[in-house]
C-alpha cells in the first residue's frame, strides 16, 4: 500500500473529474463527489451500454427469478444527468492516460474515433474480467461468461433459440454455483466442474462439503479436483474435456473460474501495480500519481486479518471505496480500513457465509497461533418449530481471542450470524465479546443463547483451559482413544471407527473402565455433551479433550476427504 500524502487543505473549485468505469465503484464515486461539491464537473464514462447496473442480480435475471431486465438498472444516465449534474458517457471507452499533460485518450466505442478529454481528477473504477484461459475451444459461441447485461442476454437467447438442456459450468465459486442454481432454475441439467476437491474456494473444505452435498441433492452433478481442458463443437452443442479426460456433454458452458483486475490501462500509464495485479492505492483510493484515484475489483486491498495485500471482487466493497476517492478529492480527511472478506451466496436454498480468514488462508499466511471450534446450533430455539440446523465454525487467535474469522452454512439465519460476527472482526472484538453479544430474541428468530453467543462462550471455555481441544487430524494416528459420550442408539447408527461408546449418563458409574486407558478425544453428537464430559473426566484427573463439533463435524470433515 502506498503511504499517504498530506491531505490538500483547500479544494480547487471547479474541478474536472473524469471517472472510467461507471458501475459499482465508479458510480459511487461520482454520486458522492457531487453531494460534496456542488462546482465539480463530473463525467462517467463506460465502454458499456449502461452504467450502475446491478452485476450481482445478472445470474437471476439469466434464471428468469428477475424477469425484466429493466429491474437490473440501478440508476439511469438520465437520472445522473437531472438529479446529479452528472454527464454519462457510455460506449466510451478509456485507452491512454498521458499523465504529464492530464489528458485521458477515449474511443467511441461504435465509431472506433479517438479523442483526448483533459482531467484534474481521474477515477479508474473499471473493475476486473472474466478469466478465460488460453485452452481450445474457449472462444466458441456458446461459451459464456457473466460480466454484464448484454452476456446475460446472450445466455438467455441462447437458451431460448436451441431449446437448451444441459449446461456445464466450469468454476464452482459464488458466480458459478449462482450460474447453477439459475440454469436448473430454467429447467437444464448442471454439471459444475471444479479444479479443486471442494466448491466454494473461499470456505475451508469441510465447511464447503454441505454445500455439495446440497447441490447433488438437488440434482447438479459435480465433478471436483478435475480442470478444464478443451471444448469441442458436437452435435449442435459441446463436449467439454475434462484434464483428467472425462467428456461432459453441453448445450452451452458458463466460464466462471475467477476475474482479474482490469488494470492494463493503469499498468500501461506506469501506474504502481501490486503482485496481484491490481491498482496499488493508499487509504484514501490515491494511486502514486497525485492526479489519479483507483478503486473497486481494479486495485489491491489490505487484508485487516492477514495483513496482506489481496484482490477481492466484491462490490461492498467497491461502493465504499467509491465514496472514499469522492471524498478524498473533495478535500476531505477519509480512510478505507481494508477488507475482511465477508462474502454470502444462496445456493438452491441453502446459504454459505464467511468473514475474515479461512483456517487454509490463515495457514497460507504463516499464522500459526489461532484455533477453531464448530457448533451446529439450530437457527433458532429448538422448542420452536422449524429450527434448522447451521454448521458454524469460528477461528480466533490464542492467547488473546481476538475473532479472525468465521464460516457458516445451513438452509435459514445463515447470514445474520455471520454478520454479527463481521462487524465483531471489524472492532476487533474478541471471543468473549461474541459471548456477551446481546442479540434479538424471540424463539422464531433466535435463541437465548444464539449461535453467535455459543460460538463465543466455546471459544472462551477453550481460552480459559475448561475446555482442551483434541485435534481432529491427530485422529487415528496417536494413541488416544475416541470415547464416544452419545446414547447406544445414535453411537450405532454412525461413529468414528474405532470409538468406545460410554454414553454420557453412564460416565459417572463406569469411571472405572476409564482410569486405566490413557487419554481420551471425547466426541458425542454435535459437542455439548463432550464437553460436560470433559469437564467431569479432567475435574476427576483423566486427560480428556473435545472433538469440537462432534460427529457433525466429522461427517463433514469425511465428506470433505480429510
Ligand atoms: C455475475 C456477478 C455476480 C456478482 N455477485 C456479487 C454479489 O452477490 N455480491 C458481491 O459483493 N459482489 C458480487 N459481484 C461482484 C461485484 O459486482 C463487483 O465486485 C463490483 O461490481 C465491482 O465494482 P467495480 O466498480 O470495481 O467494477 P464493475 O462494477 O465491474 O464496473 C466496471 C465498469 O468499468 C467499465 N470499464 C472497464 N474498463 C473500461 C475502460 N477502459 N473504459 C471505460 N469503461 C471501462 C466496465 O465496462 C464496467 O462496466 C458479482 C459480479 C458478477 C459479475
Given at each position: 500500500?502506498?503511504?499517504?500524502?498530506?491531505?490538500?487543505?483547500?479544494?480547487?473549485?471547479s474541478?474536472?473529474?473524469?471517472?472510467?468505469?461507471?458501475?459499482?465503484?465508479?458510480?459511487?464515486?461520482?454520486?458522492?463527489l457531487?453531494?460534496?461539491?456542488?462546482?465539480?464537473?463530473?463525467?462517467?464514462?463506460?465502454?458499456?451500454?449502461?452504467?450502475?447496473f446491478?452485476?450481482?442480480g445478472?445470474?437471476?435475471?439469466?434464471?428468469?427469478?428477475?424477469?425484466?431486465?429493466?429491474?437490473?438498472?440501478?440508476?439511469?444516465?438520465?437520472?445522473?444527468?437531472?438529479?446529479?449534474r452528472?454527464?454519462?458517457?457510455?460506449?466510451?471507452e478509456?485507452?491512454?492516460?498521458?499523465?504529464?499533460?492530464?489528458?485521458?485518450?477515449?474511443?467511441?466505442?461504435?465509431?472506433?474515433?479517438?479523442?483526448?478529454?483533459?482531467?484534474?481528477?481521474?477515477?479508474?473504477?473499471?473493475?476486473?474480467?472474466?478469466?478465460?484461459?488460453?485452452?481450445?475451444?474457449?472462444?466458441l459461441?456458446?461459451?459464456?461468461?457473466?460480466?454484464?447485461?448484454?452476456?446475460?442476454?446472450?445466455?438467455?437467447?441462447?437458451?431460448?433459440?436451441?431449446?437448451?438442456?444441459?449446461?456445464?459450468?466450469?468454476?464452482?465459486?459464488?458466480?458459478?454455483?449462482?450460474?447453477?442454481?439459475?440454469?436448473?432454475?430454467r429447467?437444464?441439467?448442471?454439471?459444475?466442474?471444479?479444479?479443486?476437491?471442494?466448491?466454494?474456494?473461499?470456505?475451508?473444505?469441510?465447511?464447503?462439503?454441505?454445500?455439495?452435498?446440497?447441490?447433488?441433492?438437488?440434482?447438479?452433478?459435480?465433478?471436483?479436483?478435475?480442470?478444464?481442458?478443451?471444448?469441442?463443437?458436437?452435435?449442435?452443442?459441446?463436449?467439454?474435456?475434462?484434464?483428467?479426460?472425462?467428456?461432459?456433454?453441453?448445450d452451452?458452458?458458463?466460464?466462471?473460474?475467477?476475474?482479474r483486475?482490469?488494470?492494463?490501462?493503469?499498468?500501461?500509464?506506469?501506474?504502481?501495480?501490486?503482485?496481484?495485479g491490481?491498482?496499488?492505492?493508499?487509504?484514501?483510493?490515491?494511486?502514486?500519481?497525485?492526479?489519479?484515484?483507483?478503486?473497486?475489483?481494479?486495485?489491491?486491498?489490505?487484508?485487516?486479518?492477514?495483513?496482506?495485500?489481496?484482490?477481492?471482487?466484491?462490490?461492498?466493497p467497491?461502493?465504499?471505496?467509491?465514496?472514499?476517492?469522492?471524498?478524498?478529492i473533495?478535500?476531505r480527511?477519509?480512510?478505507?480500513?481494508?477488507?475482511?472478506?465477508?462474502?454470502?451466496?444462496?445456493?438452491?436454498?441453502?446459504?454459505?457465509?464467511?468473514?475474515?480468514?479461512?483456517?487454509?488462508?490463515?495457514?497460507?499466511?504463516?499464522?500459526?497461533?489461532?484455533?477453531?471450534?464448530?457448533?451446529?446450533?439450530?437457527?433458532?430455539?429448538?422448542?420452536?418449530?422449524?429450527?434448522?440446523?447451521?454448521?458454524?465454525?469460528?477461528?480466533?487467535?490464542?492467547?488473546?481471542?481476538?475473532?479472525?474469522?468465521?464460516?457458516?452454512?445451513?438452509?435459514?439465519?445463515?447470514?445474520?450470524?455471520?454478520?454479527?460476527?463481521?462487524?465483531?472482526?471489524q472492532?476487533?472484538?474478541?471471543?468473549?465479546?461474541?459471548?456477551?453479544?446481546?442479540?434479538?430474541?424471540?424463539?422464531?428468530?433466535?435463541?437465548?443463547?444464539?449461535?453467535?453467543?455459543?460460538?463465543?462462550?466455546?471459544?472462551?471455555?477453550?481460552?480459559?483451559?475448561?475446555?482442551?481441544?483434541?485435534?481432529?487430524?491427530?485422529?487415528?494416528?496417536?494413541?488416544?482413544?475416541?470415547?464416544?459420550?452419545?446414547?447406544?442408539?445414535?453411537?450405532?447408527?454412525?461413529?468414528?471407527?474405532?470409538?468406545?461408546?460410554?454414553?454420557?449418563?453412564?460416565?459417572?458409574?463406569?469411571?472405572?473402565?476409564?482410569?486405566?486407558?490413557?487419554?481420551f478425544?471425547?466426541?458425542?453428537?454435535?459437542?455439548?455433551?463432550?464437553?460436560?464430559?470433559?469437564?467431569?473426566?479432567?475435574?476427576?484427573?483423566?486427560?480428556?479433550?473435545?472433538?469440537?463439533?462432534?460427529?457433525?463435524?466429522?461427517?463433514?470433515?469425511?465428506?470433505?476427504?480429510?
Open positions: 500500500m502506498i503511504p499517504l500524502r498530506p491531505l490538500r487543505t483547500s479544494t480547487p473549485t474541478l474536472r473529474v473524469l471517472i472510467v468505469g461507471g458501475v459499482a465503484g465508479g458510480a459511487s464515486c461520482a454520486a458522492r457531487r453531494r460534496l461539491d456542488e462546482t465539480c464537473e463530473i463525467v462517467l464514462l463506460d465502454r458499456g451500454a449502461y452504467v450502475s446491478a452485476n450481482c445478472l445470474p437471476y435475471f439469466v434464471g428468469n427469478v428477475i424477469a425484466d431486465e429493466k429491474n437490473l438498472l440501478v440508476a439511469s444516465a438520465d437520472l445522473f444527468r437531472d438529479r446529479f452528472i454527464e454519462v458517457r457510455t460506449g466510451t478509456a485507452v491512454a492516460i498521458d499523465r504529464a499533460r492530464q489528458v485521458l485518450t477515449i474511443r467511441d466505442v461504435a465509431s472506433g474515433a479517438t479523442r483526448e478529454e483533459s482531467y484534474d481528477s481521474l477515477v479508474l473504477a473499471p473493475g476486473a474480467s472474466p478469466v478465460r484461459p488460453a485452452l481450445p475451444g474457449i472462444e459461441d456458446g461459451v459464456f461468461a457473466v460480466r454484464s447485461i448484454p452476456d446475460t442476454r446472450r445466455i438467455r437467447a441462447w437458451i431460448d433459440d436451441r431449446d437448451a438442456r444441459r449446461a456445464v459450468v466450469i468454476g464452482g465459486g459464488f458466480i458459478g454455483l449462482e450460474m447453477a442454481e439459475n440454469l436448473a432454475h429447467g437444464l441439467d448442471i454439471t459444475v466442474l471444479e479444479k479443486l476437491e471442494q466448491v466454494m474456494p473461499p470456505l475451508d473444505p469441510e465447511m464447503a462439503a454441505p454445500v455439495a452435498e446440497h447441490l447433488r441433492s438437488k440434482g447438479v452433478t459435480l465433478v471436483l479436483g478435475d480442470g478444464l481442458a478443451r471444448i469441442e463443437a458436437r452435435g449442435g452443442g459441446f463436449a467439454v474435456v475434462t484434464e483428467a479426460g472425462v467428456t461432459l456433454e453441453a452451452l458452458v458458463i466460464l466462471a473460474i475467477g476475474v483486475p482490469e488494470s492494463a490501462l493503469a499498468r500501461d500509464a506506469g501506474l504502481k501495480i501490486g503482485p496481484r491490481g491498482i496499488v492505492v493508499d487509504a484514501r483510493m490515491q494511486t502514486d500519481d497525485p492526479h489519479i484515484w483507483a478503486v473497486g475489483d481494479a486495485i489491491e486491498v489490505h487484508d485487516v486479518i492477514t495483513g496482506q495485500e489481496v484482490v477481492l471482487p466484491l462490490a461492498g467497491a461502493n465504499r471505496q467509491g465514496r472514499i476517492a469522492a471524498e478524498s473533495a478535500g480527511e477519509t480512510g478505507f480500513r481494508g477488507i475482511q472478506a465477508t462474502a454470502v451466496v444462496g445456493v438452491m436454498g441453502m446459504t454459505a457465509a464467511s468473514t475474515g480468514a479461512s483456517e487454509k488462508g490463515l495457514r497460507r499466511a504463516g499464522v500459526t497461533n489461532f484455533e477453531k471450534v464448530y457448533l451446529h446450533p439450530g437457527h433458532h430455539a429448538g422448542y420452536y418449530p422449524g429450527a434448522k440446523p447451521i454448521h458454524l465454525k469460528l477461528l480466533f487467535s490464542v492467547p488473546d481471542g481476538r475473532v479472525l474469522g468465521a464460516q457458516a452454512v445451513g438452509l435459514e439465519g445463515v447470514a445474520k450470524r455471520i454478520d454479527v460476527i463481521a462487524a465483531a472482526v472492532f476487533g472484538g474478541t471471543v468473549h465479546d461474541l459471548a456477551e453479544a446481546e442479540l434479538c430474541y424471540a424463539p422464531q428468530y433466535g435463541a437465548a443463547k444464539d449461535p453467535v453467543n455459543l460460538a463465543g462462550m466455546i471459544a472462551a471455555n477453550v481460552l480459559n483451559g475448561d475446555m482442551p481441544l483434541a485435534d481432529w487430524e491427530a485422529i487415528g494416528h496417536d494413541a488416544t482413544v475416541v470415547l464416544d459420550v452419545r446414547e447406544p442408539g445414535e453411537f450405532s447408527a454412525g461413529a468414528i471407527p474405532g470409538a468406545i461408546n460410554i454414553p454420557l449418563s453412564e460416565l459417572r458409574s463406569r469411571f472405572g473402565e476409564l482410569t486405566a486407558r490413557g487419554s478425544d471425547v466426541c458425542c453428537g454435535v459437542g455439548q455433551r463432550a464437553y460436560y464430559a470433559v469437564r467431569f473426566l479432567r475435574q476427576n484427573g483423566i486427560d480428556a479433550r473435545t472433538l469440537s463439533g462432534g460427529y457433525a463435524t466429522w461427517k463433514m470433515r469425511k465428506a470433505a476427504g480429510l
